[in-house]
C-alpha cells in the first residue's frame, strides 16, 4: 500500500467537495463585506503609521498577535473511523503518511505566522525604541513555530489525557515565555534563555508515556478540523452539517435551566446547551476580549466605534452559523417540534446574545462618557442596530426556507 498516495487521494477529494462552494463565496455578499472591511483596514493602518501616537504598548500588541500565531498548531491527517481496522496493519508504516501530514500543516501556519509578523513590523519599527532585527524575530519565529507543532504532536500521542492537558498548557506557556524573552530582553540573554527553555521542553516531551500511532485521536482531531472548515464556508454560503466538537464547560452548565419545559421552547433549550458546549462560545468569547482590549485603547476617538462595530459583525457572522448547527440531526425528526420553533428561537437567541455582546464590548467606552456624552451613546445605539439587522436577516431566511431546513 502506498500511504503516501492515499494522503494525497484523500486530500483531492476534501478539497474536490469544497470547490463547488468557491463561486458562491464570491458572489456572497459576507464576501464583500470582508473585501471593504480589509480595504478599510488598510487605510485605518496606514493613517495610523503616518501619526503614531505615543505609548503604544507594542510590545504586548507584538506579545498578543504573535503568540497564537506562533504556538497554535493543528495537522489534517484525512484519517477516518474504519481506519482503525483497515489501515491499522500499518502501523509500523504509518511515518510515511504522516510525513506530507506534518509538512503541510506546518507550511500552511508559517504563512499566516509571516503574515502577521510583516503587517505589524511597520508598526512595531516606529513605536519601539530598539527594534530587533526582522530576520532574527523571523527565526525565532518559526523555531517557536516548529517546536510547538512538535510538542502538539506529542500531546496528541499520550497515553494520559491530563497529562496531554498539562503539556498543551506547558506549550502555551513556554511559547509566550520565548517570545516575551526576545521582545522584552537584549538579543543574547534573550537567547540564552529560549534555548535553556526550549531544551527544558523537548526534555519534558519525553517523560510521558505514548500511543505508536493515537488512532482515536487522529480521528476526533481530523473531525474537529473538517467541521471548522465547513463552520467558515458556512458563513457565506449553505453547507451540509458537520458533527460539532464538544467541551465540558462545567461552569456553563445551568446556562438554560430557567428555560420553560414546553414544546414551544424546547429547541431553544437545545440550542443554548449546543451554544455553550461548542466551538462557536470560544470563537465569540476570543472575539469579546480581543475587542473589549481595543476599544478601550480607543475609547477616546471614532476609531474605537469603527472597531467596536466590526467585532459585533463578526459575533453576528459567527452566530448566524448556529442556524445550521442541527440542520440534520435525527432527533429533531422524530421529536415533535411545532412548526416554525426552530427558526423563531434560532433568531430570538442570536439577537439576544448579540444584544449581550453589543452592551458588554461597549462597556470601555463609559470612561469616555464625561467627555464624548454623544459618541459614547451614539455607539451603543449603532451596537443595538446592527443587532437588530441581523436580527431582520435571519429573521427573512427562516420565512423563506422551510422549517426543516432552516
Known amino acids: 500500500m502506498n500511504l503516501k498516495q492515499l494522503h494525497r487521494e484523500r486530500r483531492g477529494r476534501f478539497m474536490g467537495s469544497l470547490l463547488p462552494y468557491v463561486g458562491y463565496i464570491i458572489q456572497s455578499g459576507v464576501a464583500m463585506v470582508f473585501l471593504f472591511v480589509l480595504v478599510a483596514f488598510s487605510a485605518w493602518y496606514t493613517s495610523l503609521l503616518s501619526n503614531v501616537p505615543t505609548g503604544v504598548p507594542i510590545r504586548w ?9 506562533a504556538v497554535n498548531s493543528s495537522f489534517r491527517t484525512y484519517l477516518q473511523t474504519p481506519d482503525t481496522i483497515f489501515l491499522l496493519p500499518q502501523g509500523h508504516r504509518m511515518k510515511e503518511y504522516f510525513v506530507p501530514v506534518w509538512v503541510s500543516g506546518i507550511v500552511w501556519k508559517t504563512l499566516r505566522l509571516a503574515f502577521v509578523l510583516i503587517t505589524l513590523w511597520p508598526l512595531y519599527i516606529r513605536t519601539e525604541g530598539a527594534p530587533k532585527l526582522l530576520s532574527g524575530t523571523a527565526m525565532l519565529l518559526l ?7 512538535y510538542g502538539h504532536w506529542r500531546e496528541l500521542a499520550m497515553l494520559s489525557g491530563a497529562a496531554s492537558k498539562a503539556f498543551t498548557l506547558l506549550r502555551w506557556t513556554s511559547g509566550g515565555l520565548m517570545i516575551a524573552a ?3 530582553q537584549p538579543a543574547g540573554r534573550g537567547l540564552i534563555f529560549i534555548i535553556l527553555l526550549a531544551l ?31 463552520m467558515t464556508l458556512g458563513w457565506f454560503v449553505d453547507v451540509p452539517g458537520r458533527e460539532q466538537r464538544v467541551y465540558n464547560r462545567r461552569f456553563l452548565s445551568n446556562w438554560g435551566g430557567g428555560i420553560p419545559w414546553k414544546r414551544v421552547t424546547a429547541y431553544r433549550y437545545l440550542l443554548t446547551k449546543s451554544f455553550a ?11 469579546v476580549i480581543l475587542s473589549l482590549l481595543l476599544n478601550w485603547w480607543n475609547r477616546y476617538s471614532l476609531m474605537g466605534a469603527a472597531i467596536y462595530l466590526f467585532f459585533l459583525f463578526i459575533i453576528g457572522v459567527q452566530l448566524s452559523a448556529l442556524r445550521k448547527l442541527h440542520s440534520e440531526s435525527f432527533w429533531l425528526t422524530v421529536y415533535p417540534l411545532p412548526e416554525g420553533t426552530r427558526g423563531m428561537n434560532t433568531v430570538q437567541f442570536v439577537f439576544r446574545i ?30 443595538v442596530l446592527m443587532a437588530l439587522l441581523f436580527k431582520s436577516y435571519l429573521s427573512r431566511k427562516a420565512a423563506r426556507l422551510e422549517d426543516d431546513e432552516f
Do not use: C
Open 182 to 184: 526576545w521582545l522584552w
Open 200 to 230: 527544558a521542553y523537548v526534555a519534558a516531551l519525553a517523560v510521558p508515556g505514548r500511543h505508536a500511532v493515537p488512532w482515536e485521536k487522529l480521528i476526533a482531531e481530523e473531525k474537529n478540523q473538517g467541521a471548522r472548515a465547513l
Open 277 to 287: 458546549r461548542g466551538d462557536i462560545f470560544g470563537i465569540v468569547m476570543r472575539v
Open 143 to 149: 523555531g517557536v513555530k516548529l517546536l510547538s507543532s
Open 354 to 383: 448579540l444584544l449581550a455582546g453589543a452592551f458588554m464590548m461597549w462597556l470601555p467606552f463609559l470612561a469616555a462618557a464625561g467627555a464624548r456624552p454623544l459618541p459614547v451613546v451614539g455607539t451603543l445605539i449603532a451596537g
Open 61 to 69: 500588541i507584538m506579545l498578543a498577535l504573535l503568540l497564537p500565531a
